[in-house]
């Protein structure tokens, strides 16, 4: 059967459109309707600024609960385990107030700085080039498919975390050491860092902890991207009049709550892979991932991989929302620039 289009013409007559003509009537309708549209579409370089300044201005809004985070997560590694039911974050807060200035709640934020500048970038821009990758190769056919699309954000996601952490790692070792002292300063400063870890342990002592690093990361930001482009997705498809800056905080705050809650005990190990032999000290764990994964397990009990979690949710929260929503504010203005 030859399909016709019927079109009321003057007269009262119907006048009939080949399927050709029809075709052309699509193809021009959207184009004209893609004309209208006006998508944040920005080049390399602004990309990577978009990335960097939204990840350092999260940083520094949540570095107080950050270190928070790191002190409880390496508290079972030189202290008496029957202590360390009496931690509390308020009790924590307290003494570092007390005893190192308010001041000390941004201690290695410099360093945090210097590093989620280049992370934030690489991971962002690498998430982009992936996407756009995989969806070639699945085909554009396959774009605005539900489950390919959760797939493609997925393992974006993953290999964008892994590619970040891979090309950043010592400074966030750096990081975490600096961030980790509290009375006695044995790290004078980035540099000072540097160049104590790779006189007393070598320069693959700034690797310590990579491999629970790109165990956790990879997953870590799969989780992340992921759960955040797919509620963002459905929300926008079921109120799409609702603010994008709070579209983005919102699905951006959940998004950070699942990728912690899956990957905390690997990123608790990495802290303590990377103290390992810091200041001097001598080593606790002499195996590897999972040979520490046991040990605390053992010492610390289930309760022991998740030391630091009410810190890192209250941190995470915010953290995430401000990243995604920076993000997607930068991008708009940038866009915006001829």
Not at 130 to 141: A, D, F, R, T
Request: proline letters at 4%; hydrophobic letters at 40%.
């Amino acid at each position: 059967m030859e399909a016709r289009v019927g079109v009321v013409v003057e007269g009262g007559q119907r006048a009939r459109t080949s399927p050709t003509q029809v075709f052309q009537q699509q193809r021009q309708s959207q184009a004209t309707r893609s004309q209208t549209q006006t998508p944040n579409q920005i080049g390399t370089v602004q990309q990577l600024l978009a990335g960097g300044i939204a990840g350092a201005f999260s940083k520094t809004c949540t570095a107080p609960l950050a270190r928070l985070t790191i002190l409880f997560q390496v508290q079972g590694m030189h202290s008496d385990v029957s202590a360390l039911s009496k931690a509390s974050i308020w009790c924590e807060a307290s003494r570092i107030i007390n005893e190192e200035g308010f001041r000390a709640f941004w201690k290695g934020n410099l360093v945090t700085i210097a590093h989620r500048l280049p992370y934030s970038s690489v991971s962002f821009y690498a998430y982009e080039r992936y996407k756009n990758l995989l969806h070639s190769i699945l085909g554009e056919n396959r774009r605005g498919n539900m489950s390919s699309d959760v797939c493609v954000h997925f393992v974006g996601g993953g290999l964008a975390g892994i590619t970040a952490a891979s090309a950043t790692y010592p400074l966030d070792l750096v990081r975490t050491r600096l961030a980790a002292q509290t009375n006695a300063t044995y790290y004078r400063g980035i540099w000072h860092s540097f160049h104590t870890i790779c006189r007393d342990e070598g320069f693959m002592g700034l690797y310590k902890g990579l491999g629970p690093t790109l165990l956790g990361v990879g997953p870590s930001i799969a989780i992340s991207f992921s759960v955040y482009e797919t509620l963002r997705s459905v929300w926008q498809s079921n109120r799409p009049d609702d603010s994008p800056v709070m579209v983005s905080l919102a699905c951006g705050s959940l998004s950070g709550i699942a990728s912690s809650t899956a990957t905390f005990p690997l990123d608790l190990v990495r802290r303590r892979m990377q103290l390992e032999g810091a200041g001097g000290r001598a080593r606790v764990y002499n195996t590897g991932l999972f040979g520490t994964l046991g040990n605390i397990m053992k010492s610390e009990g289930l309760r022991g991989l998740y030391r630091g979690i009410i810190p890192e949710y209250l941190k995470v929260v915010p953290s995430v929302g401000i990243v995604f929503m920076t993000y997607e504010t930068l991008k708009m203005l940038l866009s915006r620039i001829p």
